[in-house]
């Protein structure tokens, strides 16, 4: 246990957003009401909302959403009485008219702006939209594993100088161990003022133990969703997280029996069953290709008689990134008429 934990640390709960990946984005209203009202109950600082990829990116490329926009915002809205409302936008999919939307028409006090580990510039005028509305700005850098401390740094640094206010890295395939977070989380926290934000996933099975890690290293914002809810493997799973966190000495402000209510909950309500590390997902990892592809990978195998740990490999030797999944076809199309991947 350290005893140098400065602060109370910002969990952040895209529990009803990245969760949406694994149920294909057919969350509905009185799923959207119920969890929030539970996550508001625990006193989670901040609940993020949306399709999987965010604003706008209910398409047929990534799949339509159950219900719109608005009416997720609207539900969540109403329910976050005391946690903060954030939402996630990814530069493609969304526009300033839905950051817009979301801030003005629904009262989302949050906004994060995704964009891939070495292309901050692409935020650079979303975060200039989102600070003119008075919502708080932040962005993070997906796929972060394919850049490494020093670089990460400095496009964190130019986040920061668009007005980001807090600013971080997302382990999008699962892929580290705790000391390559610790090293880019240090590298980041020294390069800039604001809060460092660490987003994991558990295709290793190492998500609590990277963000604890996080944590030490001195990011301020940890993501966790209930029961792990997340692309691929999941997330790191809130209820476990929050309280050995506590034990480390990082303050949450939550109501931990509560929050294991509100896990029940989502246990029981969100998900067909928890995420689990299956093959698949390990592949995913080790390839370090994009949790959220694991669905889309698994339906181009089985269409072209594949197998997929042999797809993800392709992937990752492609290094395809989050937005690219036209290429996830193609790419089994050429190991099926190669007659590999079988």
């Keep these: 246990m350290t005893s140098s934990n400065q602060g109370r640390l910002i969990v952040?709960?895209?529990?009803?957003?990245?969760?949406?990946?694994?149920?294909?984005?057919?969350?509905?209203?009185?799923?959207?009401?119920?969890?929030?009202?539970?996550a508001n109950a625990a006193r989670v600082p901040?609940?993020?909302?949306?399709?999987?990829?965010?604003?706008?990116?209910?398409?047929?490329?990534?799949?339509h959403s159950k219900i719109s926009d608005d009416e997720m915002l609207s539900t969540a809205r109403?329910?976050?009485?005391?946690?903060?409302?954030?939402?996630?936008?990814?530069?493609?999919?969304?526009?300033?008219?839905?950051?817009r939307n979301a801030v003005v028409r629904h009262g989302?006090?949050?906004?994060?702006?995704?964009?891939?580990?070495?292309?901050?510039t692409a935020a650079e005028r979303h975060l200039g939209v989102i600070r003119e509305l008075g919502a708080?700005?932040?962005?993070?850098?997906?796929?972060?594993?394919?850049?490494?401390?020093?670089?990460?740094?400095?496009?964190?640094?130019?986040?920061?100088g668009y007005g980001a206010q807090a600013v971080g890295i997302m382990d999008s395939a699962g892929f580290y161990l705790p000391e390559d977070v610790t090293a880019r989380i240090g590298s980041i926290a020294s390069a800039v003022?604001?809060?460092?934000?660490?987003?994991?996933?558990?295709?290793?099975?190492?998500?609590?133990?990277?963000s604890v890690a996080a944590a030490e290293a001195g990011a301020r914002v940890i993501d966790a969703c209930a029961r792990g809810f997340g692309a691929g493997a999941g997330n790191t799973q809130l209820e476990a997280l929050v309280p050995v966190l506590e034990r480390y000495g990082h303050a949450t402000g939550i109501d931990v029996r509560r929050l294991a209510d509100a896990a029940d909950l989502a246990g029981q309500t969100l998900m067909p069953a928890p995420p689990s590390i299956d093959s698949t997902s390990l592949a995913s990892g080790l390839a370090g290709v994009f949790s959220g592809f694991k669905k889309p990978v698994?339906?181009?195998a089985s269409r072209e008689g594949v197998h997929p740990w042999d797809l993800f490999q392709e992937l990752g030797r492609?290094?395809?990134?989050?937005?690219?999944?036209?290429?996830i076809p193609e790419a089994a199309r050429s190991l099926a008429t190669r007659g590999t991947g079988r």
């Design 46 to 63: 901040v609940v993020e909302v949306g399709h999987g990829n965010g604003l706008g990116a209910s398409s047929f490329q990534v799949g």
């Design 12 to 38: 952040h709960d895209p529990t009803l957003r990245d969760g949406q990946h694994a149920v294909r984005h057919q969350l509905d209203r009185h799923q959207i009401s119920a969890y929030a009202t539970a």
């Design 193 to 210: 003022e604001v809060p460092v934000i660490f987003h994991g996933h558990n295709n290793l099975g190492m998500a609590v133990a990277n």
């Design 318 to 327: 492609r290094q395809v990134i989050a937005g690219q999944e036209d290429v």
């Design 298 to 300: 698994m339906e181009a």
């Design 136 to 160: 708080e700005a932040q962005a993070v850098l997906m796929m972060s594993h394919m850049a490494d401390p020093g670089q990460l740094a400095e496009q964190c640094a130019l986040l920061v």
């Design 78 to 99: 109403e329910a976050l009485t005391h946690s903060k409302m954030a939402v996630l936008m990814a530069p493609a999919w969304g526009t300033s008219a839905d950051l």
């Design 108 to 120: 989302a006090d949050v906004a994060r702006i995704a964009v891939h580990c070495t292309e901050a």
